[in-house]
């Protein structure tokens, strides 16, 4: 293929998915505060769907064969504006923050979580005081769960999860924490990408409505999403933070064993010898942000982490195409796995395909579950945003092959 049109592909893949990820932003949106009524989820799994084909659409079409070396961009000229922005949405978010401590138990169990710790004390296989009516028990607890007034769950985030919790409880409040995790994949993403790619996506995140909303609610997806930027900046720029990063972004949710396929991307150049040294390491490392507590008490953490969401009641609010059409949660993890075998066989040997097949992969699994919000979809559209970012070639782009050529400006799309 010539040249020329290979970074026109290129660049309307990351388009793509850049558009899978506004979408995705749009549907979670749209469903949560039901902006169309009763059929808000109809539309929010409409445009779910538009986004996974949309996705998919820009995955098949990266080229396999070379990938496009994008450092040539030129830095830009307003980075000036990139502290402006941290220090407004630090303003934002502390204001946010403070009108309100929020309805919800996420916010209940880290804050218990961190107060029980520095007691020196387990936080996994305590319980807490119920903070919802009985209604709303029945609709977010299961049979059992609820005992005298307390739910019989100590902590229900990974050690990585609510460990980075503990500054802000100790300033006053565990959202602090989260504020600090989404300053920090501003500015990973900035290291990565020093110009108007890097600018572009750092404003979106540190002045997007969601973002606010996210952090208010105490959900926990902004130090995933930190860790995921840290993991692409480590693969590009730092190789050997690599396993830290990658392993402390592993060990930080359940969901997160979606990314483990993925995982060769970010070796540069290939072999099995540096894939399985990556795979050891990291997993290592994840293990081992656990492994105090599963000797503190095992069967508590075992219970706090897997068996309290496997025996979670089915949500009926929750933006997923199992609760539309009960089928599909029989039928989403087979689209799934062929997902993950056919992305491990299209992509190439860049960080962006991995953020790009984690974002696609974790959407898939989040719209195919019985418990499916806009934390949720929040974490997999920023994974697309970043691929796209990653992938957006530009002028003066060159191609990493013999007698390196530089090719002419883009006018059009």
Known sequence: MHKRSKLELTRRSALAL???????????????????????????????????????AALAFIQREESVELSS?????????????????????????RAGTPLIDCFTWQRDASATLLHG???????????????????????????????????????????????????????????????????????????TRGLSLAAFI???????????????????????????????KRPRWLPLALGLFLASKQYNFLALPFAGYLVRPFSWKAYWKLLGLSLGIALATALPFALWNFRALWHDLVLFHYGAPVRQDALSFAISFPCYAK????????????????????????????????MLFFSASKQAFLNYYFLSALALLLAGASLWPASGTQLPERGVERLEAFTEF
């Open 331 to 362: 039928i989403g993890p087979f689209l799934l796995l062929a997902f993950i075998v056919w992305a491990v066989r299209q992509g190439t040997q860049q960080a962006a395909m991995f953020a790009a097949a984690y974002g696609m992969a974790v």
């Open 121 to 195: 004390r387990d936080p996994y296989g305590t319980s807490h005081a119920n903070i919802y009516n009985a209604y709303d028990s029945r609709r977010f607890y299961a049979p059992g769960d609820v005992v005298n007034g307390r739910v019989q769950v100590g902590m229900q985030y990974p050690p990585v999860t609510f460990l980075s919790a503990l500054p802000g409880y100790l300033l006053g409040d565990v959202r602090y924490g989260y504020v600090a995790a989404i300053l920090l994949s501003a500015i990973f993403v900035f290291a990565q990408f020093p110009d």
């Open 73 to 97: 961009w030129r830095s830009s000229d307003y980075r000036w504006l990139f502290p402006v922005l941290l220090v407004l949405h630090v303003f934002i978010a502390f204001y946010v923050i």
């Open 18 to 56: 850049a558009w899978a990820g506004v979408l995705t932003l749009c549907a979670a949106v749209w469903s949560q505060f039901r902006l169309s009524g009763t059929s808000s989820r109809a539309g929010g799994l409409t445009l779910i769907a538009m986004a996974i084909l949309l996705g998919v």
């Open 206 to 236: 540190l002045l997007a409505p969601t973002t606010y909303y996210v952090e208010y609610e105490c959900w926990t997806e902004p130090l995933v999403w930190m860790l995921l930027c840290a993991t692409a900046y480590s693969a590009v």
